[in-house]
C-alpha cells in the first residue's frame, strides 16, 4: 500500500520543503521505502535542502514529458537506503506539469512500491499547488503562528476539500494534519504571535506537531543534511515526533512553552530557541 | 392528430400549462438614466458578490425616472453582458413603456407583492437589489479569485440540485441546504430559496449567502448575507459571532459595527427599522 502525501500551505516561506525533507527522511530511516517530489517547478529547492543538488540530470518535467524513464529521473539518497528524491525542473515553469503526467509518475511509484510518495508544493494554490495536491491521499498543512499564514492555510483546506481527485470522485476525503512550523513560545507569550490553540481553534483540524523556530533547521539546509539526521536540536526532536505521529504512535506535543532557563539570553539574543 | 379519444389525447399532448406565480425577485431601482454611471455601480457590485449576480433575472424599477429617457436598449445589452437576465420594467409611463417593448422587455404595471403576509414597507422604494457588499473584498480575491470560484462552484452546484423546480401548483420550491463540513476561506456558498444551515465553522474570508435564514452551529468569522433577495423577514443566527461582514436584504454591518458585547457569542441579526439589530441568543 503506496501513500501519497502532499505538503502544503498556500503561504510561501512557511517550511514545506524542509517538512517533506525531515519527514521523508525520519519514515525512510525506518525502513520504509519514500520517495520525496519537488514540485516547485522553476525554483526547485529540495534538492539542496537533501544534499542532491550535485546528482540532479533529469527531472520531473522530464519524466512526465518521457524525455527521461523515472528510473533515470529518481535520486537515490546517499545516507539512506530507502529514500529516494525527484527533484524538480529548474528551467521549466510550473504549466510543463500535467495531470496525466502526474498520474502517470505517481502510479509509477506506486507500482514500484513506494510505500510514502511526498509530495512538496509550491506556494500559492495556483497551478502548480493544485498538481501536486490533486492526487493526495493525505495532507500535511504547514502553517506558520501568523494570521496571513492561517487564512492561507484555510483556503488551502478548502480546495483539498473541493478540486482533487478524491473530492471530484465523492471518495473519501483526504486526511488533513496541521503542522505548525517556526513556532516560538517566547514571542507568543509577548502576544507577536498566535498560540497553537488559536491556530487550532482557527482552522479545526488535527495537530500533528509543533516545530519550534530553530537556528538548527538553517544550517541544516545550508549543509543539506535534514535536522533528523542529527537529533541534538530541538527542531529535530520536534520533526522525529511528527514522523512518529504520523505513523499512527501517540506522542505528547513538545516545545510549546518556552524553557525556563535561559528564557532572558534568548529575547537578548533575537533569537527564540535554543539551537 | 389521429382521431379518437380527442379529449384524453389532447390532455397528454399539452406541451404546457399556464400558472401564474409570483417569486421574489431582484430588482435594480434605477436612479439616473446614465447607462454608464449604472454600470459603473454594477461592476463594483459584481466584483464584491459575483456568485450572487450570475444569471440573476432583474427587474428595472423605472418609477424614479420618470419620464427622463433612458436607453433601456442599451442597458439591457449591458445586464446581459454581466450575466444578468433582464426580464421586464416596473411603474413605467407611457413613453417608457414603449421603450421598454423596443428594448424586448415586459412590463409590469401593478404592484409585485401581492401576498398580504408581506406588508412590505413600500417595497418600490427599497434602493439596494439584494445585499450590497460595500465592504472590503474577501481578503485575496483576484490571484485567488478562480481556484476559488471553481470550488464554489462545487457547492452552489449542490444547493441548486437541492432546490427543484416549483411543483405544479406554483409553490415556492421547498429547498435549503445543511453543510456539515467548514467553510473555508474563498469558498462561496449561495442558496437560492430557502434557509441555508451550516454546522461548522465558516473561516474568515468565506462567504454565505442565502435568500431565507442563515444558521451557522459554530463560530461565524466570514461573510453571511441572508435575505439576498430582498427578504427583510430573514435572520441570521450563530453560535459566536465574529462576522467580517453581515447583510439581510441590502442592510449590513461592517465588522467595526458589529457591537462589542456580542462578539464572539450566540447572536440573531434581523431587520428592525430598516436597520440591522443584534440580539443575544
Ligand atoms: N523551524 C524552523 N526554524 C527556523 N527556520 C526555519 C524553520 N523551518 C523553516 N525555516 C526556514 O525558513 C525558510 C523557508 O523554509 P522552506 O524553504 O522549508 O519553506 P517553504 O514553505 O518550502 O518555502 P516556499 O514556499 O518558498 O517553497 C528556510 O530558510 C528555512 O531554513
Ligand atoms: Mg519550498
Redesign the interface.
Known amino acids: 500500500m503506496s501513500k501519497v502525501v502532499v505538503v502544503t500551505s498556500g503561504k510561501g516561506g512557511v517550511g514545506k520543503t524542509t517538512t517533506t525533507a525531515n519527514l521523508a527522511s525520519g519514515i525512510a530511516a525506518l525502513g520504509y521505502k519514500t520517495i520525496a517530489i519537488d514540485f516547485d517547478v522553476g525554483l526547485r529547492n529540495l534538492d539542496l535542502v537533501m544534499g542532491c543538488e550535485r546528482r540532479v540530470v533529469y527531472d520531473l518535467v522530464n519524466a512526465i514529458r518521457g524525455e527521461a524513464t523515472l528510473r533515470q529521473a529518481v535520486i537515490k539518497d546517499k545516507r539512506i537506503e530507502t529514500l529516494y528524491v525527484l527533484p524538480a525542473s529548474q528551467t521549466r515553469d510550473k504549466d510543463a506539469l500535467t495531470l496525466d503526467g502526474v498520474g502517470r509518475i505517481l502510479d509509477e511509484l506506486r507500482a514500484a512500491g513506494f510505500e510514502y510518495i511526498f509530495c512538496d508544493s509550491p506556494a500559492g494554490?495556483?497551478w502548480g499547488a493544485?498538481m501536486a495536491m490533486y492526487f493526495a491521499d493525505e495532507a500535511i498543512v504547514v502553517t506558520n503562528p501568523e494570521v496571513s499564514s492561517v487564512?492561507?492555510s484555510?483556503?488551502v483546506?478548502?480546495?483539498l476539500?473541493?478540486?482533487t481527485r478524491r473530492?471530484e470522485l465523492g471518495e473519501e476525503a483526504i486526511k488533513t494534519h496541521l503542522l505548525l512550523t517556526r513556532y516560538a513560545p517566547a514571542r507568543v507569550a509577548k502576544g507577536e504571535m498566535l498560540a497553537y490553540q488559536d491556530v487550532l481553534e482557527?482552522l479545526?483540524i488535527p495537530l500533528l506537531g509543533v516545530i519550534p523556530e530553530s537556528t538548527a533547521v538553517l544550517q541544516a539546509s545550508n549543509a543539506g543534511t535534514p535536522v533528523v539526521l542529527d537529533p541534538t536540536s530541538d527542531a529535530a526532536q520536534a520533526y522525529l515526533d511528527v514522523v512518529q505521529r504520523f505513523l499512527g504512535e501517540e506522542r505528547p506535543h513538545r516545545f510549546l512553552e518556552s524553557a525556563k532557563k535561559g528564557f532572558f539570553s534568548r529575547i537578548f539574543g533575537g533569537q527564540a530557541a535554543t539551537a | 392528430m389521429v382521431s379518437g379519444r380527442r379529449g384524453e389525447k389532447r390532455q397528454e399532448q399539452q406541451a404546457f400549462a399556464l400558472k401564474g406565480t409570483m417569486p421574489a425577485m431582484t430588482m435594480l431601482c434605477l436612479r439616473t438614466a446614465d447607462v454608464s454611471a449604472i454600470e459603473r455601480q454594477l461592476e463594483g457590485h459584481i466584483s464584491q458578490m459575483p456568485h450572487f449576480f450570475l444569471h440573476l433575472p432583474i427587474l428595472l424599477d423605472l418609477d424614479a425616472l420618470g419620464d427622463e429617457p433612458v436607453d433601456l436598449g442599451a442597458l439591457a445589452g449591458l445586464l446581459r453582458k454581466h450575466n444578468l437576465v433582464p426580464i421586464a420594467v416596473r411603474n413605467p409611463t407611457d413613453a417608457q413603456r414603449e421603450r421598454a417593448v423596443a428594448a424586448g422587455l415586459g412590463v409590469l404595471r401593478t404592484p409585485l407583492t401581492r401576498s398580504p403576509r408581506k406588508d412590505a414597507p413600500a417595497e418600490g422604494n427599497t434602493p439596494t437589489p439584494g445585499p450590497v457588499a460595500v465592504g472590503p473584498a474577501g481578503a485575496d480575491r483576484g490571484a485567488a479569485g478562480a481556484a476559488a470560484d471553481r470550488g464554489a462552484a462545487g457547492s452552489a452546484r449542490r444547493s441548486r440540485d437541492a432546490a427543484p423546480a416549483p411543483d405544479a401548483a406554483g409553490e415556492p420550491p421547498p429547498a435549503g441546504l445543511t453543510l456539515r463540513q467548514p467553510v473555508r476561506s474563498g469558498q462561496v456558498i449561495y442558496v437560492p430559496h430557502g434557509d441555508l444551515v451550516v454546522l461548522s465553522p465558516v473561516s474568515s474570508g468565506a462567504e454565505l449567502i442565502a435568500n431565507d435564514n442563515i444558521h451557522v452551529y459554530a463560530p461565524l468569522r466570514g461573510r453571511a448575507m441572508a435575505g439576498a433577495h430582498n427578504n427583510a423577514d430573514a435572520s441570521i443566527f450563530c453560535m459566536s459571532l465574529e462576522a467580517e461582514f453581515v447583510s439581510i436584504a441590502g442592510r449590513y454591518l461592517m465588522a467595526d459595527e458589529i457591537p462589542d458585547e456580542h462578539r464572539g457569542k450566540p447572536a440573531r441579526i434581523s431587520v428592525q427599522n430598516d436597520g440591522l439589530v443584534v440580539t443575544r441568543l
Open positions: 494554490i495556483e493544485q487564512r492561507d484555510d483556503r483546506l478548502g480546495l476539500d473541493a478540486k473530492a482557527l479545526g
